[in-house]
């Protein structure tokens, strides 16, 4: 992996020697002609300044058409494209051409490289348009890519910030307006690294966030979002008192630093006012003086210059910069070069800093919006790698001048390629963690949700602690964040499918930190599976055979042979590079030498099943179940083979094991679900599962059923392999019913009718789902909604156990009220409140066990602290990051079987529940003639977490 990472990074740095001596070469011309290759698309509505060139579908790039000789420069709506700073950069930097082509042709992996111009141009390779119909809003294209993140993190240190907003009665009307938009713009400036916080001023000085007096919090998206609602609620009146302003802003960021918090780098004020009476320079004696440690950035707002010359000096004798702002317009213009200043000493000691970004998805990019899916995701969620671009040139050398950016983007999914799954087992799985504590991948992490038909990118960053919760998740993080290597060992519930079906499970931490990047990896085992592997000895020739057979396919996705090393080869199927691989024709193909022997014995091993799957179906030595339509079988290389029963298009799971359904196949961050359901159970445990959207709405379904098969050698023991089959609901729950029926004492004549009216009959798995009952329609839901007293029973004599479940990553309706606690948790503070979260529902099930006679389904919530301030009314139909909460059950696997009564006044409901030997499933008999409605129904509702700091 970090061979992978360093390629990349030498890609970049490629670029910035290239960036600065072309640079250097090229003489300022203030009347240069030249028309470079416009990226924004041509029409007779819009501006047709530039160069046409030509544009085809490329698989590489997600089928997008591009140009793969050229690259094309993309100016924001609000720069004019035509003046001479932009032609000069445009012309100069034409110079990285071939070096975007040498990086490509000497790691085809490679996506988009890029040059984003401090003077707002953005050059992209390869060469793409953008459509004016899809990427601009009303005929404006917004993108700029200097207030993107890759830009902001390369082009400065480290910050930490208080922002001055004058809210006295003068800034009344637009004046306002420009001072709460020129905040929100500042906000996009800001990154994970840097620490900030806002204080209005007036007759008084207060934070515009009360809870956070007197000291600065991370910049991360869901703090600064948080920030942008409070700004928008402010209002002016009184006076200002800019003197107490500045002194609150110098002692909180002494402070703070003092304290070993915050970036420990660079420290900034910025004052946003419309006028200052006086230059309050006993102020800047005391605090700034004589090492001008704090810079000093002033925007005057408005036209009237009046009392601009106390604002001025304030920037320009502490080391910062002055600007006046007096329309919405102008506003990006007037903000982008304080990060020019801050850019200074880096230029001047020539420190080209190397940054990763956390993952994200770009969506203002070229078609990005338009063509984003569950499905696409991967071709859209990355990091970037950037370093900054300085003027070499002698006369700028000592004032230290930012040119820009390079910067290239790397697919997550191009990382996880990296993680040898196969040897991690059914429930092994890999993630990253930024160095502050966020996910950069994690097969959990769900970045996507659905709102108006659209699919939209959540607006929030997940920490690890979110993910990966549980009694001592904090000292993982810590350990992570400070990029120590190590192991860790804890408990920790698991969500396993769709259903929410709840998993506990001991999991095995192995992490360490990845060189030269800010990224930390941890390789996660659980309960000793992927801990032990076993190979032999196979016929290449026998397996090569075998690896042709129709029914026989790989998962597409893992990394067998590094075919996307050689655009001759990208489009090539694993199993062909395989064949080509083992027959000599390597032709270049650098291939996982382990993987593939395990491959060839998985298939010769396998075979067999070929033989005996046909024979089923041509009726030769077995009577085939008319309602079985699939057999199926998975290895740990990725292998699958099956047998369909039925004529294909009568299939009804059409999606099983297909792209369209990809829990159930091999992906490159974890095994198929029946894989490692099958997996986690005892070996020879046969797992029936349902489909997650089973019920009343869709009786058309199926069962799979799973078991694992297992190898053993020396008291240790490997899962080789999980087979199952599929058949229609309709036909299991015949047999089940036919079962029931019969008996085996007695003559075969049974001491209870299963088709009497007073006993309901229910077929349950041990989360408490309803496989079959007497109601058809009752079939897929949980337990709970139909008898809500025999569950609570069950509970109550620990054949089930209730688990708390968290969701950290939910997007919920936003409410419309006057005074709402905030959904967000500011950082520092999202760890340490998610691990006093999870005592206090520990605390929780302590105290129900005494008292189960109530409603799983009521809400928690935590009432707001008096220094929330009032939030502004948001539409009810909008979605918002938000937590929330859930119920799930588990079976005591240890039982066979419980006879129990419960007392209902005056009768008595009596039950029987019983273990289905060598299964996940429970049968249950509940004699009804006793009404008990007592306790309402139990159900799995999610119900969302209000919570402040």
Request: proline share 4%.
């Amino acid at each position: 992996m970090e061979a992978m990472f360093s390629k990349k990074v030498e890609a970049v740095k490629r670029l910035v020697i290239t960036a600065e001596e072309a640079e250097l070469q090229h003489h300022y011309d203030e009347n240069l002609e030249y028309q470079y290759h416009n990226a924004v698309e041509q029409s007779q509505e819009h501006d047709t300044y530039g160069t046409e060139f030509d544009i085809e579908p490329n698989e590489h790039f997600g089928n997008l058409s591009v140009n793969m000789s050229l690259s094309s420069v993309q100016v924001p709506t609000n720069i004019y494209n035509q003046d001479p700073a932009i032609i000069n950069g445009a012309f100069w930097s034409t110079a990285l051409n071939p070096v975007f082509i040498k990086n490509l042709e000497k790691d085809p992996t490679l996506t988009w490289q890029y040059f984003g111009s401090m003077d707002g141009f953005f050059r992209q390779f390869p060469a793409i348009r953008w459509d004016m119909e899809i990427n601009s809003e009303r005929g404006v294209i917004e993108y700029d890519c200097r207030n993107r993140g890759w830009y902001i993190q390369a082009s400065t240190s480290a910050k930490d910030v208080i922002l001055l907003v004058d809210v006295s009665g003068s800034m009344k009307g637009l004046r306002m307006t420009i001072a709460k938009r020129m905040v929100t713009s500042i906000l996009d400036t800001l990154g994970d690294n840097d620490f900030f916080n806002i204080i209005a001023y007036n007759d008084e000085v207060h934070y515009v966030e009360s809870c956070l007096n007197g000291t600065l919090v991370q910049a991360d998206r869901d703090t600064r979002e948080h920030f942008k609602n409070l700004v928008g609620e402010l209002y002016a009146k009184g006076t200002g008192m800019l003197g107490v302003a500045l002194t609150e802003a110098f002692n909180t960021l002494n402070e703070f630093n003092m304290s070993g918090q915050g970036s420990q780098c660079s420290q900034v004020i910025m004052l946003i006012t419309d006028g200052a009476a006086e230059a309050y320079k006993d102020i800047f004696q005391r605090f700034n003086r004589p090492d001008k440690r704090v810079r000093m950035f002033t925007f005057l707002i408005g036209q009237e210059e009046t009392f601009a010359d106390s604002v001025k000096w304030m920037a320009c004798t502490n080391m910062g910069f002055y600007s006046q702002v007096s329309t919405l317009a102008n506003i990006p213009e007037n903000i982008m070069p304080y990060l020019a200043v801050l850019s200074r000493p880096m230029a001047i000691s020539r420190q080209h800093m190397v940054i990763w970004t956390e993952a994200y998805i770009d969506n203002m990019l070229p078609q990005t919006e338009k063509m984003l899916s569950f499905d696409s995701q991967d071709n859209f969620f990355k990091t970037t790698v950037a370093m900054p671009v300085f003027s070499g040139k002698n006369e700028t050398k000592i004032r230290g001048v930012l040119l820009g950016v390079v910067g290239l983007d790397v697919p997550i999914k191009d990382i996880l390629r990296v993680v040898p799954l196969y040897k991690l087992g059914g429930h092994g799985y890999a993630f990253l963690l930024t160095n502050n504590g966020y996910i950069l991948t994690h097969p959990e992490l769900r970045p996507l949700y659905k709102e108006d038909g659209k699919t939209k990118v959540k607006p929030h960053s997940v920490d690890l602690s979110e993910v990966e919760w549980g009694p001592h998740s904090e000292m993982l993080r810590t350990a992570m964040v400070n990029r120590d290597t190590g192991t860790f060992t804890m408990a920790k519930h698991n969500i396993i499918d769709e259903q929410q079906k709840e998993m506990s499970q001991i999991r095995h931490y192995y992490y360490t930190s990845i060189r030269e990047t800010p990224f930390s990896l941890a390789i996660v085992l659980t309960g000793g599976h992927g801990k032990n592997t076993f190979s032999t000895n196979v016929s290449v020739e026998k397996g090569l055979r075998d690896l042709l057979h129709p029914s026989l396919s790989l998962s597409e996705e893992w990394a067998y042979c590094h075919t996307e090393m050689d655009p001759h080869l990208h489009k090539l199927p694993q199993h062909e590079a395989i064949r080509r691989y083992l027959s000599g024709k390597k032709l270049g193909l650098r291939c996982d030498d382990q993987l593939i022997r395990q491959v060839l014995f998985d298939v010769s091993t396998t075979a067999p099943l070929e033989d005996y799957w046909n024979a089923l179906i041509n009726n030769k030595t077995h009577i085939l179940e008319p309602g079985v339509e699939r057999a199926f079988l998975g290895t740990r290389s990725g292998l699958t083979r099956q047998a369909v029963f039925v004529q294909p298009h009568t299939l009804t799971d059409q999606d099983f094991l297909t792209e369209s359904q990809r829990s159930t196949i091999f992906t490159l961050g974890r095994f198929p679900v029946w894989f490692h359901r099958a997996a986690e159970a005892n070996p020879g445990t046969f797992i029936h599962s349902l489909p997650w959207d089973t019920g009343p709405k869709n009786k058309s379904s199926v069962v799979t059923i799973s078991s694992s098969i297992t190898v053993s050698n020396n008291r240790k023991t490997a899962i080789a392999a999980v087979v199952g089959i599929q058949m229609k609901l309709d036909f299991y729950r015949q047999k089940f019913w036919t079962a029931t029926r019969q008996c085996n004492t007695l003559g075969g004549n049974c001491p209870i009718n299963i088709e009497d009216e007073t006993l309901s009959c229910y077929l349950i798995d041990w989360h408490g789902l309803i496989f079959v009952s007497k109601n058809y329609d009752q079939t897929g839901l949980f337990l709970g909604e139909i008898d809500g007293i025999v569950m609570t029973k069950l509970v109550t004599l620990g054949i089930f156990q209730r688990v708390t479940m968290y969701d950290y990553q939910a997007m919920c309706q936003a409410e419309e009220s006057e005074n709402s606690s905030s959904n967000i948790i500011l950082s520092p503070y999202r760890a340490a409140v998610t691990l006093i979260r999870w005592i206090l529902a520990e605390l929780a099930m302590f105290l129900l066990e005494f008292n189960f006679r109530v409603s799983w389904s009521y809400e928690h919530i935590v009432s707001a602290r008096s220094c929330t301030p009032p939030q502004r009314p948001k539409r009810q139909d909008k979605l918002q990051p938000c937590h929330k909460q859930y119920p799930t059950f588990w079976a005591e696997l240890s039982m066979q079987e419980t006879t129990g009564s419960i007392d209902c006044g005056d009768c008595e409901r009596q039950f029987v529940v019983q273990k289905v030997p060598d299964s996940n499933l429970l049968l249950l008999l509940v004699d009804t003639r006793c009404p008990c409605d007592q306790v309402p129904h139990l159900l799995l509702k999610q119900t969302e977490i209000r919570h402040i700091l």
